[in-house]
């Protein structure tokens, strides 16, 4: 069917070939029928024969060679779609001797006019690099144009390719840094994700540590700290502030939006910037937002909820506001509760353990093993971290101690046993009861516990501990390794403290030792044997060793500290694989520590100079240059004051506009990145502008205009100018209205096309929409939620026929 | 950045695979077939496995697995989500995304990946976008096709892929034109044996269908934006304006979106619009268990409570329940176990009720 000369047929031989692909069938043996078709007219027969050159050409390098010269000929195509596509493919097939031939592919599409077959290139970047790690030079140097970039659809694309062929070369970084910082919200939200892992390793590297001098008060004592943070206060927080590095403060700033994006991954990945980077007062900023991803679906909850069991351990403050949203509900699956779990006794406060306490009761009543084994241990783990209720919780787990449930048990017999450990006081009843449950407890585990228990606190229950050694010696080669240790360890014990009674029971149970299967049993056996009863090994007296059996044995242990799993997550970067797995991933950036003297901030300030260079003839023929070099962030956009300028002064006739348009149209590429901000900047500052425009005489309209510009950042200026112009001329206002917006809508949406003929291209595409983001007439709210169809279609009438 | 993608169904066939660098063997899967089994629900399965060489992050929609292979570091929410969004992707496509509809589709499906990621990386996300790219299918247009010929492939760039709203596609034309806000609110809570509410959160959604010509712009502002203090937006609303105006302003994507999503935590009292009255017994006399529950309105201000569905999920010990209702229909799922009560309306003069008896096999021990 592929010989066909119908497209049909070929497009139907090709659909069941990709189908095949799909189902991992092994198709390759068409290889040369389906290369032919790869000069195919028909687009759709092409893009399937695309998906199936992708996925073969490794296999059958001879023959994709043949299809290099339709792809070569392809990227010269007039249309942006083919060339893209061509390098895509191009790039994807995994030929090795093709490599120059796509690094001189890739070299011309990054200069490509069309944004998309940038960003194209700029996946092609790390598809080359893994297939020829020799170019890596070259690609460098083609990624550092593209990092250079301004349009939102390369950025991201252009971060990930620096990720993934060098991310060690920080030194791109540097002059990009305050546009990528200003274009974050734009980008799409995969790209926004890289980005800002990207930028906290950078910051991590160019910043100091906002938190140094408090580092020094409260190194010693951290909690304190945190207590009364919410009493520490503007001052002490104003005092800090300054001390930030101005860029530092504008990635902060610009990636807070973000946590209201829709994407987990962008929400968490802004969380971890904080948590990493920003100053300690601010952190707890995005704990809301964290919270909300709870909701989510399981997956993104359990990956968040890991993040968040890490942050709790160093920032309780941070999520106590938000305790209840960790309370378990049944239809959690297994992970997810014991993650809450985990979160919940790290969270616990004297204030707020009763609640957890409550919930953790009702927890133990589930029907669930390993979560109730969790809960349990759980509540060993709040009381022993706080003093004033662990005699509660143990007499609470000590009446779990008859529940029917034998898992309950047992695990609470586990935790008791640690508890004890911690407390050293007497729990006299506490061990008698324990005592008489070794008869029913059957988990080995707890019988362990127990055993252990008895022979270390045996001069407390003189009388007991010695006939549970009688019981257990009977059922010894019935019980399980961890028991039988345990078995020996309490014979041992007794044996030093009340020979009389035990004597002969120790050696009876060290002789059934001797001969257990287990060879560790038979080692300790042996072991114990020597240093209690040195008489059997030879027929000397006392060894030292022996003499000094009571220290040994009997010496007090420290308690064990229930600590968080997630304590020693700290090494790696929160919400990375690496984090998620606890251990080091394949191709993980370190973060690195903040450096003590932070690098010459000048570093980023060069940004400025090659734009200026290419810019500056074009408007300083033109109109006196307002630009104060002085400024960072305006830089990119003053250029947007230009050309709202020659719009303004082409006003009074209207046929104009369009070649003026065309003349400013190099300007205008630079108005897109800001877009947004433009538009919502503009509309947040007309209501105060206009009066205060309108009470100035006209003449004065130029000079608020320069003073504007020297405003800090330069959106609001845009917006400045525009709404004066508008509000200048009161008795035409409406027409006005349209007529001005209308240059600037034109420019808006279209993305920097390098000629004035792409330009040309691209408005045909846009012009008929004409969106009327600028329009202030668009003011009108919809207000009430309770007819807002209607009110839609009311409003946006008048827009649409502009 | 991903390296391939397994779909699995639930008896453990990889039926479909796609790879974007060098091909993985799906012997890879044999790892999260190992976990699989471990796991007692396929809701246990932990998102992220590490194996030797690759990390399988999986996601399970639908009844169905999702496996990606990662080689190297990558944020796993990352991943996560992107295999989310391809599921939604597909749903949107076919109205619904199961097993039978992708093997009927796989070639779109199989085109749909190859758009939504290049070499890895996410590439065009968007309905919107992709709808232009790839046509979704129809039995219109089938017929059409295999008339004329044409293909369900455009020949053209998405617009929006090039401009800066590159969610929205140009070019759209309605003879009607309207717009439909859905506002969908959650409750979740939890009440203790007493009654009383341990803690209740309320999930908002802002669903929209927005079918208007050219590029409209629109605004939207509420009464009392002050309750929205935790809100998440789709990306075409500009952030600028909510945080100093609270007024949502955006350029909507064409056709069904979720326009904004808000969280009023557990910190405010949410009022919870029903209360259930229960009794319930599963160990009474030898196998049988008792059960009887009443629902009632509460805090409702006045308006009636409609469409109400009450779902238990009950022991695994539990084999089968006779029960009568007052109102409504019962069923009840004896492999999930999951009892569902269809109320409907609830009439304020005579509550709803259900009971019966509760039959159950009487080996464990039941807790409730």
């Known amino acids: 069917m592929l010989d066909s000369n119908k497209d049909n047929l070929k497009l139907e031989a090709m659909k069941r070939i990709i189908g095949m692909v799909a189902k991992g069938r092994e198709a390759s043996d068409l290889f040369p029928a389906v290369v032919k078709n790869v000069v195919s007219k028909n687009i759709e027969v092409k893009k399937l024969v695309y998906v199936y050159l992708v996925r073969y050409a490794e296999e059958q390098q001879d023959l994709a060679l043949l299809s290099i010269s339709t792809f070569q000929r392809a990227l010269k195509d007039p249309n942006q779609l083919i060339r893209a596509s061509a390098l895509r493919v191009l790039s994807s097939i995994r030929v090795t001797m093709i490599v120059p031939i796509v690094m001189l592919a890739i070299k011309d599409a990054a200069a490509d006019m069309s944004p998309y077959v940038r960003k194209t290139a700029a996946h092609a970047i790390p598809k080359l690099y893994s297939l020829d790690q020799d170019q890596k030079e070259e690609l460098i140097q083609v990624l550092e144009k593209l990092l250079y970039d301004k349009t939102t659809l ?157 942050t709790a351990t160093r920032r309780k403050v941070m999520f106590e506001p938000f305790l209840k949203s960790f309370f378990v509900r049944s239809s959690d699956a297994t992970h997810i509760k014991l993650l809450k779990l985990e979160i919940l006794t790290s969270l616990a406060t004297e204030s707020s353990v009763g609640i957890i306490l409550r919930e953790l009761q009702t927890y133990v009543a589930a029907h669930d093993p390993p979560f109730v084994a969790a809960a349990i241990q759980a509540i060993g783990r709040c009381a022993s971290n706080i003093k004033e209720v662990t005699d509660t919780c143990l007499n609470g787990l000590v009446s779990l101690l008859s529940n029917k449930d034998q898992a309950v048990v047992a695990e609470s017999v586990v935790v008791i046993k640690k508890l004890l450990q911690t407390q050293p006081s007497a729990h006299r009843e506490i061990i008698i009861q324990m005592a008489k449950l070794v008869d029913s407890v059957t988990v080995p585990q707890a019988r362990a516990s127990i055993l252990w228990l008895l022979g270390e606190y045996s001069e407390r229950v003189p009388k007991i501990a010695p006939d549970v050694l009688r019981k257990m010696a009977k059922t010894f080669t019935s019980e399980e390794d961890i028991v039988k240790l345990q078995v020996m360890t309490l014979a041992v014990k007794l044996c030093l403290t009340n020979p009389k009674q035990t004597k002969l029971l120790c050696q009876y149970v060290l002789q059934l030792a001797k001969y257990d299967q287990n060879y560790d049993l038979r080692d300790r056996a042996r072991f114990l044997r020597h240093i209690i009863f040195p008489a059997d090994a030879e027929s000397g007296g006392p060894t030292r060793l022996s003499k000094q059996a009571k220290k040994i044995f009997l010496a007090p242990k420290p308690a064990p500290v229930p600590e968080s799993h997630f304590k020693d997550r700290e090494q790696f970067q929160l919400g990375s694989l690496s984090h998620y797995i606890n251990t080091k991933a394949n191709g993980y950036q370190e973060l690195p520590p903040f450096p003590l003297e932070a690098p010459d901030p000048k570093a980023r300030d060069v940004e400025t100079e090659p734009q200026v260079m290419e810019q500056a003839p074009l408007f300083t023929a033109k109109k006196v240059s307002s630009k104060k070099d002085s400024k960072f962030y305006s830089d990119t956009e003053s250029p947007e004051d230009e050309s709202e300028e020659d719009e303004n002064s082409s006003d009074e006739d209207d046929d104009d506009d369009e070649e003026e348009e065309d003349s400013s149209s190099d300007k205008d590429e630079e108005e897109d990145d800001n877009e947004d901000e433009e538009s919502s900047g503009l509309e947040e500052k007309l209501p105060k502008k206009v009066v205060k425009s309108n009470a100035k005489p006209k003449s004065d309209e130029e000079e608020e205009e320069d003073e504007s510009d020297e405003d800090d950042s330069s959106s609001e200026s845009v917006s400045d100018s525009d709404s004066e112009d508008e509000s200048s001329e009161p008795s035409s206002v409406p027409k006005k209205q349209t007529r001005n917006a209308k240059p600037a809508k034109e420019s808006t949406p279209v993305v920097k096309p390098k000629s004035n003929l792409d330009l040309l291209l691209d408005l045909d595409d846009v012009s008929p929409a004409f969106t009327p983001i600028m329009t202030p007439s668009l003011g009108g709210f919809l207000t009430p939620m309770s007819t807002p169809s209607s009110q839609v279609k009311t409003q946006l009438f008048p827009d649409i026929q502009v | 950045m991903i390296h391939s993608l397994f779909i699995i169904n639930p008896s453990g066939d990889v039926f479909m695979e796609k790879h974007w660098k060098s091909v993985i063997s799906r012997s890879v899967c044999d790892y999260f077939f190992d976990h699989q089994r471990k796991a007692s629900s396929p809701e246990d399965i932990p998102p992220v496995i590490a194996t030797p060489h690759h990390y399988l992050i999986s996601v399970y929609r639908s009844s169905m697995f999702f496996v990606a292979v990662c080689t190297t570091e990558v944020a796993p929410l990352f991943v996560v989500e992107f295999l989310h969004r391809v599921v939604d992707t597909f749903e949107d496509y076919f109205s619904e995304c199961t097993e039978s509809i992708i093997k009927e589709h796989y070639v779109v499906v199989y085109e749909l990946l190859d758009e939504m990621l290049d070499n890895g990386f996410p590439l065009a996300t968007e309905s919107n976008i992709l709808k232009e790219l790839i046509k979704p299918p129809n039995i219109l247009r089938t017929i059409a096709n295999t008339v004329t010929g044409k293909s369900n492939v455009s020949s053209t760039l998405p617009s929006g892929q090039l401009s800066n709203i590159p969610w929205r596609r140009t070019g759209v034309k309605y003879t009607n034109n309207e717009a439909y806000f859905d506002m969908i609110e959650e409750v979740d809570a939890i009440i203790d044996k007493s009654g009383s509410t341990v803690c209740a959160e309320i999930q908002g959604y802002i669903d929209c269908c927005i079918k208007l010509s050219g590029m409209p712009d629109l605004s939207l502002s509420f009464v009392n934006p002050r309750l929205f203090d935790d809100v998440s937006f789709h990306p075409c609303v500009r ?94 799922d004896p492999v999930s176990k999951l009892l569902v009560w269809e109320v409907g309306r609830i009439d304020v003069t005579k509550l709803p009720n259900i009971r019966g008896t509760v039959t159950n096999c009487h080996f464990s021990a039941l807790y409730f």
Not at chain 1, 272 to 301: D, G, N, W
Not at chain 2, 244 to 269: A, T
Not at chain 2, 303 to 310: A, C, D, H, S, Y
Request: charge should be negative.
């Open chain 2, 239 to 332: 952030f600028k304006r909510w945080e100093s105006e609270r007024v949502l302003s955006f350029i909507p994507p064409d056709g069904n979106f979720r326009l904004m999503s808000y969280h009023i935590g557990s910190q405010s009292i949410v009022a919870i619009p029903v209360y259930v009255r229960h009794s319930l017994c599963l160990r009474e006399s030898g196998s049988g268990g008792r059960l009887d529950i009443t629902l009632g309105p509460k805090q409702t201000l006045g308006r009636t409570i409609e469409n109400v569905v009450l779902e238990i999920p009950m022991p695994k010990s539990v084999l089968n329940c006779g029960l009568v209702t007052n109102q409504g229909k019962y069923t009840f």
């Open chain 1, 154 to 310: 390369v950025v991201g694309s252009a971060v990930m390719a620096f990720e993934e062929v060098c991310p060690e070369r920080i030194d791109l970084i540097h002059k990009n840094f305050r546009k990528l910082c200003s274009l974050l919200v734009d980008v799409d939200e995969w790209g926004q994700v890289v980005i800002i892992n990207m930028l906290t390793r950078y910051a991590r590297s160019q910043f100091t540590d906002p938190n140094l001098q408090d580092v020094d008060e409260d190194e010693e004592s951290k909690r304190p700290f945190y207590e009364d943070e919410n009493e520490v206060d503007e001052e002490q927080q104003e005092k800090r502030a300054p001390t930030l590095d101005p860029d530092h403060r504008l990635l902060l700033r610009s990636a807070k939006p973000l946590l209201q994006s829709r994407n987990a991954a962008v929400v968490l990945s802004v969380a971890q910037l904080y948590h990493h980077t920003a100053p300690r007062s601010e952190v707890h900023q995005v704990a809301k937002a964290m919270i909300r991803l709870l909701r989510s679906h399981r997956e993104v909850q359990d990956i968040v909820l890991t993040s968040i069991a890490a």
